[in-house]
């Protein structure tokens, strides 16, 4: 990842990178006309808390960490912050805490291990993780591939200077996230009358889970077939996060961040805006109700 160096002076150095590590920030808007993507953090809701307590800007970028595994070395003294999926943290092989400020000196090892619940964890750091911008933000989108690499073992990610806000609190007290089931409100549509009166009532009654094959681009979900009440496919348009798409085989797809921007599967409902950050902490396993 030569392409995350830079001459900061302060920067994390990738010593392991767990399952799946991205670069993320709120997300590059206004290109779905060119095939572009928002992208952004799965989880808003704890990615935002981070920056919250670090008293960066909105958009700073942060390492959205999925089913732990991260170690990184401080390179110069760093101010961080863990939130998202709690998992056990150390720091110089002593414990730390998650949504607490850390201040990290030259040479310190931060470790995550794996979440005991929920499923996407944020590392933050104060000043953001200044990667160069791709069309405006920092965000790595899987599906498409822009935005910068991958983080991989020996990479140094730059840290952007410190705000002139100082960090309010040293610790946020929130609710843990994730769980073994997560209810979604839904809105019916925008193609719920390519289905039948049964699977409308199936999707509210039913119970799906999370298998897997899910990732970034979306939840794939096993459980009771939602029949269609009209045969054929419909012309490619426009998906937005949250979109329950419905293939043949009649199991529905909830798309998350990297969704593509177009399909031409039928969307039964879509899932609340609100709602998404706890889509995002659904773990493999994780039982879905959907709620009208």
């Known amino acids: 990842m030569s392409a995350v160096t830079g001459g900061s002076a302060a ?8 399952p799946m590590t991205t670069v993320q920030d709120t997300g590059r808007f206004g290109h779905a006309s060119l095939g572009v993507g928002r992208s952004g953090a799965a989880d808003a809701d704890s990615y935002a808390l981070g920056n919250r307590l670090l008293a960066n800007p909105g958009g700073a970028a942060a390492l959205e960490v999925t089913f732990g595994g991260l170690r990184v070395r401080a390179r110069g003294a760093v101010t961080v912050t863990l939130t998202g999926a709690e998992a056990p943290v150390r720091v110089n092989g002593r414990g730390a805490a998650f949504n607490e ?25 104060r000043g953001g993780v200044a990667v160069p911008p791709v069309l405006g933000s920092r965000s790595t989108d899987v599906l498409a591939g822009l935005g910068p690499d991958v983080p991989a ?4 990610l730059p840290v952007g200077p410190a705000p002139a806000a100082l960090p309010r609190v040293d610790h946020a007290p929130v609710a ?3 769980g073994d089931t997560v209810d979604l409100r839904v809105v019916l549509g925008p193609r719920d009358d390519w289905f039948t009166e049964h699977a409308l009532t199936t999707l509210f009654s039913g119970e799906y889970e999370v298998t897997s094959r899910s990732d970034r681009v979306g939840a794939r979900l096993s459980g009771p077939v939602l029949e269609r009440s009209r045969e054929g496919e419909l012309p490619s348009e426009g998906m937005v996060p949250g979109s329950l798409q419905v293939p043949p085989g009649g199991e529905p797809v909830l798309f998350l961040a990297d969704h593509p921007v177009t399909g031409g599967y039928p969307v039964i409902a879509v899932v609340r805006s609100t709602d998404l950050p706890r889509a995002a902490q659904a773990r493999p396993g994780t039982r879905v109700r959907f709620v009208p």
């Open 11 to 18: 920067a994390l150095e990738v010593l392991a990178t767990g």
């Open 101 to 125: 400020v850390l201040h990290l000196p030259d040479g310190a090892e931060l470790s995550l291990g794996v979440p005991a619940r929920g499923l996407r964890s944020y590392l933050a750091v």
């Open 153 to 156: 073992v020996g990479d140094l």
């Open 176 to 178: 843990a996230v994730g």
